[in-house]
T-cell receptor
Framework: NAGVTQTPKFRILKIGQSMTLQCTQD?????MYWYRQDPGMGLKLIYY???????DKGEVPNGYNVSRSTTEDFPLRLELAAPSQTSVYFC??????????????FGNGTRLTVT | DQQVKQNSPSLSVQEGRISILNCDYT??????FLWYKKYPAEGPTFLIS?????DKNEDGRFTVFLNKSAKHLSLHIVPSQPGDSAVYFC????????FGKGTRLHILP
C-alpha cells in the first residue's frame, strides 16, 4: 500500500547544479501535482498534470520542468539550482479533479537545500 | 496575491475545548473547499471538504462551515485532542488545488 512515493527524502545541492526529484504513485491516478512549502508560506503549486503527456504550470513554475510520460511517474527537474529553491517539495496525486470525493494524496516530501 | 487567506499563523486551545480555524477567500466563483492537516515531516492529509451548495459539512469531531456572502469558511474541532496539534491548510479547488498559508494549532494539556 505505497500510495505516493518521493525520492530522495533529503538532498543538498550546490548553486548551479541540477537534479530530478522523483515521484511515483501506484493508485492509477490521472492527476498529479508538485508543490513546494516554504516556512510560513503554505503550499505553492509548481506544476501539475491531468494525465500522461499533459502538463501545465501552477503558481510558481519558474526554474522547474516536469514531464509525464507514464501515469505513474511525475518527475520534477531543477536545471540550475538557486538558493531560492531551498524548500520542502511535495508530490501529490488524485483520481479526478471533478470528483469531489477524490482528495489529494501526498507523498512525505523531499527536503532540498541549495547552498 | 493570495486567493485563500488564513490570517492566524497559530492558535492555542485547551484540550477538550473547541478549536476554530478560519479561512477567507477572494473569488465568489470558488465552489469547493477542502481542509488538510499536516504533521511535521509528513505530507498533508485530507480532512474534510465542503461544496458551495452546502453551508455545513460534518465528520465526527470535525465540522466545516461555509458563509458564501462573507466568503469565509471555518473548521471546528470539538472536543480538541492532543493529536489535533498540527498545521491546518484550507484550500479551494477548480482545475487544481490552491492552498492557504496554514494555521498551526497547539492543543494544550
Amino acid at each position: 500500500n505505497a500510495g505516493v512515493t518521493q525520492t530522495p527524502k533529503f538532498r543538498i545541492l550546490k548553486i548551479g547544479q541540477s537534479m530530478t526529484l522523483q515521484c511515483t504513485q501506484d493508485m492509477n491516478h490521472n492527476y498529479m501535482y508538485w508543490y513546494r512549502q516554504d516556512p510560513g508560506m503554505g503550499l505553492k503549486l509548481i506544476y501539475y498534470s491531468v494525465g500522461a503527456g499533459i502538463t501545465d504550470k501552477g503558481e510558481v513554475p519558474n526554474g522547474y520542468n516536469v514531464s509525464r510520460s507514464t501515469t505513474e511517474d511525475f518527475p520534477l527537474r531543477l536545471e540550475l539550482a538557486a538558493p531560492s529553491q531551498t524548500s520542502v517539495y511535495f508530490c501529490a496525486s488524485s483520481y479526478s479533479i471533478q470528483n469531489y470525493n477524490s482528495p489529494l494524496h501526498f507523498g512525505n516530501g523531499t527536503r532540498l537545500t541549495v547552498t | 496575491d493570495q486567493q485563500v487567506k488564513q490570517n492566524s499563523p497559530s492558535l492555542s486551545v485547551q484540550e477538550g475545548r473547541i478549536s476554530i480555524l478560519n479561512c477567507d477567500y477572494t473569488n465568489s466563483m470558488f465552489d469547493y473547499f477542502l481542509w488538510y492537516k499536516k504533521y511535521p515531516a509528513e505530507g498533508p492529509t485530507f480532512l474534510i471538504s465542503i461544496s458551495s451548495i452546502k453551508d455545513k459539512n460534518e465528520d465526527g469531531r470535525f465540522t466545516v462551515f461555509l458563509n458564501k456572502s462573507a466568503k469565509h469558511l471555518s473548521l471546528h474541532i470539538v472536543p480538541s485532542q492532543p493529536g489535533d496539534s498540527a498545521v491546518y491548510f484550507c484550500a479551494y479547488r477548480d482545475d487544481k488545488i490552491i492552498f492557504g498559508k496554514g494555521t498551526r494549532l497547539h492543543i494544550l494539556p
